[in-house]
Nanobody, 122 residues
């Protein structure tokens, strides 16, 4: 069982930036970030394949950047130009097998972190 640990969340003003980190206990393949606001369903934010190919939701495209260092089993999410609508708990998730088609479907991810809170004030 691979363990994922997120960090980097916090409170920031509108327009500010945060950088989330996800450190895995072992090698991970396609890795995604999802978020959940109170009363809302968990939603896809971004993923990155093992080869480094990213995908973003329309709501964060152009503002967030996902990256990874496979040697460090680490994935980052750089979040710029933050808005109050970005507020929520951000979860890192990873798939267990290589060459599985990347997906925005959270049910297809095998490992999840505990989440880190991001709050963007007006």
């Amino acid at each position: 069982q691979v363990q994922l640990v997120e960090s980097g969340g916090g409170l920031v003003q509108t327009g500010g930036s945060l950088r989330l980190s996800c450190v895995a206990s072992d090698r991970i393949f396609t890795t995604g970030w999802f978020r959940q606001a109170p009363g809302n369903a968990r939603e896809f934010v971004s993923y990155i394949t093992y080869a480094g190919d990213p995908r973003y939701s329309d709501s964060v495209k152009g503002r967030f950047t996902i990256s990874r260092d496979n040697a460090k089993n680490t994935v980052w999410l750089q979040m710029d130009s933050l808005k109050p609508a970005d507020t929520g708990v951000y979860y890192c998730a990873a798939v267990a097998r290589h060459l599985v088609a990347p997906t925005t479907d959270s049910s297809r991810y095998d490992y999840w972190g505990q989440g880190t809170q991001v709050t963007v004030s007006e």
